[in-house]
Nanobody, 115 residues
């Protein structure tokens, strides 16, 4: 069993920055990858950023150059640094972890960007 706890969400003004954290605990022994997804009203849930066990990263086109995903393996924690935030980034952000043949999700954290 794996548990994911997200933190760092909040309300910021356009152009501001925010850092999300996702701490994994439980039976962590072989992580394939971790990522951040978001769900905004009227939009499909989308992968924002992902990082594999080897350190390869991928980003949605809409956040390239503004967001950075990175991890602390010793703490089993993944972060999403969000800069130059736009109102369009407003969504509930979810952390995801893939281990072997299982996938786990966090509870979500609200990010609101005001104009």
């Amino acid at each position: 069993q794996v548990q994911l706890v997200e933190s760092g969400g909040g309300l910021v003004q356009a152009g501001g920055s925010l850092r999300l954290s996702c701490a994994a605990s439980g039976s962590i022994f072989s992580i394939n990858g971790m990522g951040w997804y978001r769900q905004a009203p009227g939009k499909q849930r989308e992968l924002v950023a992902g990082i594999t066990s080897s350190g390869s990263r991928n980003y949605a086109d809409s956040v390239k150059g503004r967001f950075t995903i990175f991890r602390d393996n010793a703490k089993n924690t993944v972060y999403l640094q969000m800069n130059s935030l736009k109102p369009e980034d407003t969504a509930v952000y979810y952390c995801n972890l893939d281990q072997r043949r299982s996938s786990y999700w966090g509870q979500g954290t609200q990010v609101t960007v005001s104009s």
